[in-house]
């Protein structure tokens, strides 16, 4: 059965680093999305991804954030100086978008990132 | 009020056991509603969607209420291997594509 797949799966960086996250979303997808869930809390939306533009973004996707497809099949999420809050599981996920049960969002294993 | 309401828990039920999870949403004009659940630092699994009529998948009944804005799971014949975190979700008004809300989730333990 076809997954999303991320990396890595541990990051750990300093205070100001910057980091990408990595995501090949299911390859007959067309959107796809970042949440992140810092530990104990909710799974919370970043962005959504669509033809190649954002279709939507969170409070929490400033401008420290920013998104990628560069190719078929990747789809980066980037933090230019990473901050201690910072710290979170990523997970990417895709959907459809077209067909049956074409709205049901599928997650990779997520990308555990620490800052110190 | 929360986007998305649950009870947390936690749930400790024996096996075999019947066990319900409730949960609200604050917008009327949410489009598709899922449960899924999410093992211990592991992603949200889907476990299904949630259908105005209500539907049910071997041991799992969802049923959805529009009225009142509520959903709610039903596991029938509880497993240990259903000992997870059960995530209400929702999906935002205007598009089936659009992000998704969370609940907070409800841990569910089952022992033997």
């Known amino acids: 059965e076809p997954e999303v797949t991320q990396t890595p799966s541990h990051q750990v960086t300093q205070m100001g680093q910057e980091v990408i996250l990595r995501c090949v979303p299911i390859s007959n997808h067309l959107y796809f999305y970042w949440y992140r869930q810092i530990l104990g809390q909710k799974v919370e939306f970043l962005v959504s991804?669509?033809?190649?533009?954002?279709?939507?973004k969170s409070e929490i996707f400033d401008d420290q954030f920013s998104v990628e497809r560069p190719d078929g099949s990747n789809f980066t999420l980037k933090i230019r100086s990473t901050k201690l809050e910072d710290s979170a599981m990523y997970f990417c996920a895709s959907i459809k978008g077209v067909g049956q049960n074409s709205y049901e969002q599928y997650f990779g294993p997520g990308t555990r990132l620490t800052v110190t | 009020r929360k986007e998305v309401e649950q009870d947390p828990g936690p749930f400790n039920v024996p096996e075999g056991a019947t066990v319900a999870f409730n949960c609200t949403y604050s917008n009327s004009a949410s489009q598709s509603f899922f449960w899924y659940r999410q093992d211990c630092r592991k992603e949200p699994k889907l476990l299904m969607s949630?259908?105005?009529s209500g539907n049910e998948d071997g041991r799992f009944t969802a049923q959805l209420n529009r009225a009142s804005q509520y959903i709610s799971l039903l596991i029938r014949d509880s497993k240990l291997s259903d000992s997870a975190t059960y995530l209400c979700?929702?999906?935002?008004?205007?598009?089936?594509?659009?992000?998704?809300?969370f609940g907070q989730g409800t841990i569910l333990t089952v022992h033997p």
């Open positions: 991804f669509y033809n190649n533009e954002i279709s939507e």
């Open positions: 979700v929702v999906n935002r008004e205007g598009t089936s594509y659009g992000k998704l809300t």
């Open positions: 949630v259908y105005s």
